[in-house]
């Protein structure tokens, strides 16, 4: 459908053109030519009902105060426009507005980490020690945890707090440690890409011990699905690296707990939440792990899509594109499936660079001749013309992660972003979120009010967000029959939405 409706475009821009070169400008062909690109758009070809259009005009309203506003919000750092954004009309909006689903999410980077550091760190049997490279590890235990290398003497939390005497001091700078997040100018914190890289990590080894601990990782699983839906998100894919989790006494359990765990409690939530749709999870492993490693990992992630058909969505490779190894290194490995028949999908982390002509640069390609079924970020596709043109073709879309992209330093103007360019054509993208707990946003909604506002200006519109929404179930990974089901869901949610903001 999206080919097609292209190729209609650029035979009418053919056409056109043959009548060019007359002493005057056409005015009927300059119209014609606004109308054909202002159809290409996503949300271009998206009927309203006369209710929508309504909200239309409103929304146009609020986006005509937006444009006009001095410091104009995804043009500055996330960190600095946070409150800005919060106290938006927009924002307010498109809270309330049904999102559909987020389809790029992290394991770790779900759940505010406010709530890790006032509802976990005061559980009993949580231990604390500080790193050499200025950090924290946690680990819960019934007796004194064995020591760590490069890391201070374990300190029981609630023995620390008692000797505290600001302990509001204490748990704020707690949280400073699991997150990006600083009220400091985060051009000055974070100077280079190398040096986020590095914070970011950090910040996921700070939340390592607390949540791969059994008893709080079902609750954290909870916890982060009851935020997302409370951000009004319908349904959720979580790239997860289903880590072995333990006990108290030390015992630990294996995946294959890991990722019934996820099921149990994504079940759990619906039957108390019934107009919440559910959950599947995408195995993710490091891309730093060595080739030969890498069999063993896709072997597993095969036999789980055959054991959690519910659940399992597909597998992927995290961490730092730069600095990890490219994904044609994993050629054997990653060809695995299709050999042997196995349906197990891919959703490949691809192009998240700003770095032309490396060998992660060319991971777009690879992703696509792996067969793909998203890729993740797609930062560098415009500079990859075939690539592009195949993932239109093959209807693979993009998940992009506008806050993301920019707390990362891949693109300072969020008006300068690829995805304004790919949205003004019709690509086939999503938005979705990342790791919001790291960069202190919100489950959905400040990555679409930057994607609203800064991707399109005055030419998004309602359609936009319609649309934007309706592709994040169409290109989820669940069958076309449930689709269908949380594709109703959400409509009856939108039609509710837009009759109680008129």
Not at 61 to 75: G, N, S, T, V, Y
Not at 463 to 479: D, H, Q
Not at 487 to 500: D, G, I, P, S, Y
Request: net charge negative; hydrophobic share 40%; with cysteine.
């Amino acid at each position: 459908m999206e080919l097609q409706r292209h190729s209609v475009a650029i035979l009418c821009v053919l056409s056109c053109f043959l009548t060019l070169g007359m002493s005057y400008p056409d005015p009927r062909q300059r119209e014609e030519f606004i109308k054909m690109e202002a159809s290409m758009r996503i949300g271009g070809n998206v009927s309203l009902s006369p209710e929508e259009q309504q909200l239309d005009a409103h929304l146009s309203k609020l986006m005509l105060e937006e444009m006009a506003r001095e410091d104009f919000l995804p043009a500055l750092h996330f960190f600095k426009a946070r409150p800005l954004i919060r106290s938006s009309p927009i924002y307010g909006l498109l809270q309330k507005m049904p999102k559909g689903a987020a389809l790029h999410v992290h394991d770790f980077a779900m759940v505010d980490v406010e709530w890790l550091v006032r509802n976990v760190t005061y559980r009993p049997h949580c231990y604390i020690c500080y790193t050499d490279d200025r950090s924290v590890r946690f680990y819960f235990s019934s007796g004194l945890p064995k020591p760590l290398s490069n890391c201070s003497t374990w300190t029981l939390l609630e023995q620390l707090r008692a000797k505290t005497v600001n302990v509001t001091d204490l748990d704020d700078s707690l949280m400073s440690y699991m997150t990006l997040w600083t009220l400091e100018d985060p051009e000055l914190a974070y100077p280079s890409l190398t040096v986020v890289w590095k914070r970011f990590e950090q910040a996921f080894k700070a939340t390592w011990g607390l949540v791969t601990y059994a008893p709080v990782f079902k609750d954290y699983f909870h916890e982060g699905l009851l935020q997302f839906y409370r951000d009004n998100i319908l349904y959720v894919e979580v790239r997860a690296l289903l880590p072995e989790t333990y006990e108290l006494d030390g015992s630990t359990h294996d995946t294959e707990w890991t990722m019934k765990t996820y099921q149990d409690t994504a079940r759990q939530f619906v039957e108390e939440n019934p107009d919440f749709f559910g959950a599947r999870v995408i195995f993710t492993v490091n891309r730093e792990i060595y080739p030969a490693l890498l069999t063993k990992e896709v072997q597993k992630a095969m036999k789980l899509q055959v054991d959690f058909p519910e659940t399992m969505a597909g597998f992927d490779l995290v961490g730092q594109e730069d600095t990890g190894r490219p994904l044609w290194e994993y050629k054997e490995a990653l060809s695995l499936p299709a050999a042997q028949g196995s349906n197990l999908s891919y959703f490949f982390h691809a192009g998240e660079t700003d770095l032309q002509g490396t060998k992660s640069d060319q991971n777009m390609l690879d992703a696509l001749l792996f067969n793909t079924s998203r890729i993740g970020h797609g930062f560098a596709l415009l500079r990859h013309p075939v690539a592009k043109m195949l993932s239109k073709m093959n209807a693979v879309p993009l998940e992009v992660c506008p806050i993301s992209n920019q707390v990362l330093k891949l693109v300072k103007d969020l008006r300068n972003h690829p995805a304004a360019a790919l949205m003004s054509e019709g690509h086939p993208l999503v938005i979705s979120s990342d790791d919001p707990s790291m960069f202190g946003a919100s489950g959905l909604s400040d990555d679409f009010y930057e994607a609203f506002v800064g991707f399109g200006g005055l030419s998004n519109h309602l359609g936009t967000l319609k649309e934007l929404a309706m592709n994040s179930i169409r290109y989820s990974s669940l069958p076309p029959n449930l689709q269908e089901k949380a594709m109703a869901l959400w409509q009856r949610k939108w039609n509710k939405f837009v009759t109680e903001n008129l």
